[in-house]
């Protein structure tokens, strides 16, 4: 096929086809990241010295691909000296071990951090993710990602099967095989700068109760409410969904119903409103029993966090940023950008 540009005064033509970019090619990225390598990792004897060059290509091109992937127009960033010590980290840390699932997680981290640029907070924050994850072990690494999965990550649901189907989804990967923590693990987690253990503990209930409380109520009379008659031409209402001969809110969280407030003017009754979505759920044992019944996994699960530190643990932007590339590794390029969760 053939192609022709034209292009005025002080403009810029490009023409793609195959791996040309815009500025540096792919070919150049991977010329610098191995030169980065040569030039800083430590000499080593010669069988060694070969496996971790070895390593070192191997992790570059993984990282390359994916990069090319996800974000092509960052390769120009493989200029910036920062970055090159970021991808120096990568190479060092998966040539000396060797460990994949290692090598996976800082190979998601340095994507994201690829894509940054200008010393912003989400930059700074994934280089010291970078420098973290290695001294973390796999263990807690998963464990991290139990946290982030039940306490910061929140999929929305209109109905109760797409609540079961989430939490198939979202968490049963997360949580398979998790090893009940020990105090000197979330100890170390937290001494590595990714968490802290807080007075403050959150029940296994709790975490869907403040997900998804139009989910998990028994409703209301509407007697019980007088002063709701007058807005049920509002939306504002609906047939609860576990019992049609009662009402609940017409939201199954705070979000929804925040939405409807902005609609229309409740004037003093919408803090009244903001409690009745939260009124009346259904019990702690009745949450258990439907969650645990969804899979095996969950029942042990909850044990876990009943008797661990992880539900009193509150992560730190290193430890999101290390426990959301642990999940997207699990869940797929589908699972949102950590952008939300470093804003």
Known sequence: MNQRQTGGDNSTN?????????????????????????????????????????????????????????????????????FQRALFRVQEEYATTGDENLGDLLVDMLVDRSKQSGGSFRQVVLNEALKTAPRLTSEQVAMLGAVFMARYVNVPARSIPQMYANLRNYWLPVIRGLSQPSDANMGHIAYAGCGSISLASVTFTQLFLERYPGLLTLGFEEEQYSWISEFKDKGVTMPCLRDPTKLQLAATNSTELEHILTKVNFGEYADNLRNLLKANPISGEAIHAEIEALDSEFKRFSEIWANSAIKSFDLTSVGIAIAHAHCRRLLGSAFPAVDIWLS
């Open 14 to 82: 490009y023409q793609v086809a195959g791996d040309l970019h815009a500025g540096l090619s792919y070919r150049d990225v991977k010329e610098i990241a191995y030169d980065v390598f040569r030039q800083n990792f430590t000499h080593l004897a010669a069988d060694a010295s070969a496996v971790a060059e070895e390593r070192a290509r191997e992790i570059c091109d993984k990282f390359l691909n994916k990069l090319i992937e996800e974000s092509p127009e960052s390769l120009g960033n493989a200029k910036n000296p920062d």
